[in-house]
């Protein structure tokens, strides 16, 4: 007897790691749906497979398995029109940090720029 025409179904390993990817992306859309992104960029994905033995009775076992399925990335949101930038300033004052350091070393107004023999 030869082979029919079709697609065999997937394993159920196979099927159980589409379904935990199909609710990671559901989750990731879901999130950036709830503050109105236009999209996800830079989308990641992650998955772990563990086994886990369970005792049936009857001293028999079987295996398990556990899916971990992680997927994330960044929510573009667009800014409203009336949020204004505003221009950086300068957070440093030099003249403050040359005075500091000045006095930290040990160097006095008076003397400075002076060679006292």
């Known amino acids: 007897m030869g082979a029919q025409g079709g697609s065999s179904p997937a394993p159920p390993d ?5 379904e935990a990817q199909g609710f990671a992306f559901g989750r990731m859309h879901a999130q950036a ?3 109105r992104a236009q999209g ?3 989308v990641h994905m992650e998955h772990k497979i563990e086994e886990i033995e ?3 009775g009857n001293d028999t076992e079987r295996t398990d398995y556990a899916i971990e399925y992680l997927a994330w990335g960044t929510a573009i949101v667009q800014a409203p029109a009336e949020i204004q930038m505003t221009r950086p300033a300068m957070v440093l004052d030099l003249e403050d940090l040359a005075r ?3 006095q930290t070393h040990g160097f006095t107004g008076s003397s400075e720029g002076n060679d006292s023999e």
């Open 100 to 102: 500091t350091a000045r």
């Open 40 to 42: 996800i960029v830079g």
């Open 14 to 18: 196979t099927q159980a790691l589409r």
């Open 33 to 35: 749906q709830s503050v």
């Open 54 to 56: 369970v005792s049936t």
